[in-house]
């Protein structure tokens, strides 16, 4: 696991060589087919012969959650070691790392839009405030500015009548983990987020995927839900934002999204942080020796 553009995918490949694996994709937009360019997409190229797990299995019209995901990802984590073959779980979207990792009991509970509507009036802090209300014990693990997680929470509760389920189950996890994080600099990272918008927006790549994407019948308001990469090339594709506006606007967030999930890593005090190759492959093979 990882920030974005830390290279998450390319470290996989190779540890998953080396190790005779296979790689579960633990990212909530590289689920959605036709989302290859924004999301970041690893390439049949890039796979260089592994195979990837959860890719391109949901319609981006439609919201897919963590619930699908974790049913998903735990049936292909147990098709790998069924065939004697190390599983990899690779990603930036630490909620789907949780899924698998601390095993949540996620409740099957269906959008309620009405009920959605209604609370995304509200702003920020009254929906934190409301959940401390209800449920005090997620709301102090939530990040109070995650709209989208503040409002998923309230519908629980409020459709249950009971808490958020508590976010681990570790006890009856059906196998061992070994948690590795790629550690960059801030200065790296920035760096790599620049070269990756350039590579992206050459020949206008990311551009013409947004408008396919909008003759696919998915609307403005779908696509800036699905990152900010869409969310600006959307809002440059209706004029109210300039190209350069709109490079600058992903250059920003994407810093500010790494902030994000480098507050939610630090969280984790099983990870073992790692600056290449050697130190991933040092701690697979005491793992490995372990079992």
Do not use: C
């Not at 996989?12 to 909530?28: F, M, P, Q, R, T």
């Not at 959860?54 to 963590?66: M, N, Q, W």
């Not at 206008?204 to 699905?226: H, T």
């Amino acid at each position: 696991m990882g920030p974005t553009a830390s290279g998450k995918s390319e470290l996989a490949v190779k540890l998953a060589k080396k190790y005779g694996g296979e790689i579960v994709s633990a990212d909530s937009r590289q689920v959605y087919k036709k989302l290859d360019i924004g999301s970041g997409k690893i390439t049949k190229k890039e796979m260089e012969g592994i195979r990837h797990w959860l890719l391109d299995v949901a319609s981006p019209k439609r919201k897919f959650s963590v619930a699908q995901y974790q049913k998903l990802a735990l049936r292909a984590i147990k098709k790998i070691l069924k065939k004697n073959k190390l599983p990899f779980l690779v990603g930036g979207s630490p909620f789907y790392i949780k899924s698998i990792t601390d095993q949540p009991a996620l409740p099957p509970i269906k959008p309620d839009w009405q009920l959605r509507k209604k609370l995304e009036k509200l702003p920020t802090i009254n929906l934190f405030k409301k959940l401390q209300a209800l449920d005090a014990e997620r709301a102090s693990k939530i990040d109070k500015n995650n709209r989208r997680r503040l409002i998923r929470a309230l519908e629980i509760v409020i459709k249950t009548g009971k808490p958020v389920p508590a976010l681990t189950n570790k006890k009856n996890l059906p196998f061992e983990i070994l948690k590795i994080g790629i550690k960059r600099s801030a200065q790296e990272l920035e760096k790599r987020i620049k070269e990756r918008l350039m590579k992206r927006l050459e020949h206008d790549a990311l551009i013409k995927e947004v408008k396919n994407l909008r003759k696919e019948g998915l609307s403005f308001k779908r696509l800036e839900e699905l990152g900010l990469e869409y969310r600006f090339v959307a809002q440059y594709l209706q004029n109210k934002i300039s190209r350069r506006e709109m490079e600058e606007k992903i250059i920003k967030a994407s810093k500010k999204l790494v902030r994000n999930q480098m507050n939610w890593f630090k969280k984790d005090k099983e990870i073992k942080w790692i600056k290449n190759y050697r130190q991933a492959q040092q701690l697979i093979n005491q793992f490995l020796a372990q079992k």
